[in-house]
C-alpha cells in the first residue's frame, strides 16, 4: 500500500486568512455604510386590486369608445376610460337624487 502523504494547504488558504485578518482590523473604525430603502418591486398597485372598484362589462359603440380614448391620451390628465365613465356616472346618479 502506498503511504498517503498529509494534504497540503490549499493555494487560497493564505488569502482566505490575510481577507479574514484585515476585515478584524478594519471592523472597529469602519463608517456605516447606508443602506439603500427597499422599494417593492413590479408596478404600483392599481384599480383591479382596489376593493372600492369594481370590473363590470359594458357594450359601447366601437368609435365612440375609441374616440374618447383618444381625446382622453390627448388630454394627458391622467383620466382613463373609466374614471371617464365613473365620473359621468356619479354626475348622473347625483342628478337623479336631486
Same mark, same amino acid.
Given at each position: ?6 494534504? #497540503?494547504?490549499?493555494? @487560497?488558504?493564505? &488569502? ?6 484585515? =476585515? /478584524? ?26 376593493? #372600492?372598484?369594481?370590473? @363590470?362589462?359594458? &357594450? ?6 375609441? =374616440? /374618447? ?30
Amino acid at each position: 500500500m502506498a503511504e498517503q502523504k498529509p494534504k #497540503a494547504e490549499s493555494k @487560497f488558504a493564505g &488569502l482566505f486568512q490575510q481577507a479574514a485578518s484585515t =476585515e /478584524a482590523e478594519e471592523a472597529p473604525g469602519r463608517a456605516e455604510i447606508a443602506q439603500p430603502v427597499a422599494r417593492p418591486l413590479g408596478r404600483p398597485p392599481g384599480k383591479r386590486s382596489n376593493p #372600492a372598484w369594481k370590473q @363590470f362589462s359594458v &357594450l359601447l359603440k366601437r368609435e365612440t369608445q375609441r =374616440e /374618447a380614448a383618444n381625446i382622453l391620451r390627448a388630454k394627458d390628465e391622467g383620466l382613463d376610460l373609466s374614471g371617464l365613465v365613473q365620473n359621468l356616472l356619479e354626475g348622473w346618479i347625483k342628478r337623479q337624487k336631486s
